[in-house]
């Protein structure tokens, strides 16, 4: 006797015997006990779920011997039939190959005539999606009033490609994916039937690939039992699908989090010496640090959500305990870009090594946005609270001196030496975000008047207005950790939209922050305020200002 594979073999015969699918079963159940069968049905779902299987039984059910049954008895000559396929009243159409208007006339021609033996005529349509627009509408009125013997079953993994008037005439069923423990649970039945023996992990291992279609389990399971004699290792489902050890997997995170470069490397090159496949291996490093972030957001409450055995779950949670979750989030971000990069490269090779290099440097320059680094560069402070701000050298070519600012703009400025030293570092001052003070110095009014420029900077970032509006005051008084902004009475309006609840907050938050300690801010109208007189400009600036009769706009704001 020829083989017949696993996924021929066990091939649902009742609707018992379909798995994963009890939303859909239960209903044709209870349609075929009420006497309710509608003249079309329409199955959609992935494939491998037990579209055209559904198809088959609902069609044994309605034309066994027995029949209206629930359980056909797959021993009359019109069950048979149907499972070969050969059955002269159940006709199992494949849209693909049979797509034309003139297969859908002979359809239409044909379906006129009775059954020869069965209750029913049933059409079995398989991928009716495939079907052209002239097709489908030559079917729209057999279809909708078909004679009272004629019953149509559709199948389609893509329901979205048919047109409304189909859809409309049908009964539609939204077959599943299959849950991966049901998966895992009826390959362990169907290994006992075969004799096999099979680990948990590699039961798991096989669940995982097939991705909610059992026809593909199957597939897998019969493959990998033919080149393991019976005997199924975890490393065999491995090293059949290219897919990479767990244990692998948890010492590749333990490097990248230990800032080990070298050993991350080493264990990305014994990967690929492997012969594993090195796009499988980013999908894999993206899942795991997936089930690292449920992990750590929801512990044990939530490890139903990671699809591996407890023992795995188990490390899972252990490792979680020793990574932020910012952390993780850098690393997912850095292996989604790499796996975008590698669709452009020859290899995902460099990308990757490219970013266990970032997740592990631990320099300062680089820790903020890439690195695995507990300190954020945010930390680094001004040594006091003067005019020491941070300054952003420019190169100068020769003969003139050429200043860029953030956005490219171009300035060419008097090559005189002295002025064109004295510009630069005017003009390429920047406010980064950063403290204004250390916690250890007493905060002055003199002080908070010196770093005005970065306090207001800091508001700006966050709320641009704000920021132009305390622009127009002056720190004009600090009692113990209360500062007084003054306003003029030409500034009214400023001064009221500052008082607002959530604009108060806010620049509360931002002072505090920047000053390193706790500050309340109030502002005030006081008759002898002033906005902050300009402060005098370097020469070269004041004669720039005077040819074109210009103004500063701003001096703070880093555009």
Known sequence: MAYLVLARKYRP??????????????????????????????????????KTSCARILAKS?????????????????????SKGSGFDVIEIDGASNRGIDEIRTLRENVKFSPSYGKYKIYIVDEVHMLTGEAFNALLKTLEEPPEHAKFIFATTEPHKLPATILSRCQR???????????????????QKENFTVTQDALYAIAKAAQGSFRDALSVLDQISALSERQIEDSDVYSMLGLVESKLLFDLTDALQSKDCSRALELLDAIIDKGK?????????VEHFRNLMVMKVGG????????????????????????????IFRALDEFIKAQETGRVTETLRTPLEIVFARLTYSNNATAQTTGFSSQSTNQRSAAALGNELPVRSTSRVAPTPILKDNRGSVNIVDSHPESSSAISSEATMVLEDVPVASSSEPITLEKIQAAWDALTYAVSREKMSLATFLQEGKPAQLVGQRLTI???????????????????????????EKLRCQIVVEYKILDGAKTAAPQAHEPVIQKALDTFKGKIVSKWHNE
């Not at 066994?64 to 019109?78: E, F, I, R, V």
């Not at 407890?310 to 910012?326: D, G, H, V």
């Open 62 to 82: 309605l034309n066994c011997q027995d029949g209206p049954t629930l359980t056909p008895c797959g021993n009359c000559a019109s069950c048979q039939e149907i």
């Open 300 to 327: 044990k409450s939530l490890e139903k959500l990671v699809d591996y055995t407890a023992p795995i779950k188990e490390q899972y949670y252990q490792q979680a305990q020793n990574i932020s979750l910012p952390e």
């Open 277 to 285: 496949d090195i796009k499988q291996l980013a999908r894999d490093l």
């Open 13 to 50: 015969a009742t609707f018992a015997d379909v798995i994963g699918q009890d939303h859909i079963t239960e209903l044709l159940r209870k349609a075929i006990s009420a006497e309710h069968v509608a003249h079309a049905y329409l199955f959609c779902g992935p494939r491998g779920i037990g």
């Open 173 to 191: 069923y939204d077959f599943k994916r299959i849950a991966l423990k049901t998966l895992v649970w009826s390959l362990a039945e169907i290994c």
């Open 486 to 512: 003054a306003f003029s009475k030409d500034h009214q309006f400023h001064k009221e939209t500052l008082d607002g609840k959530d604009a108060k907050l806010l620049v509360d938050r931002i002072f505090s």
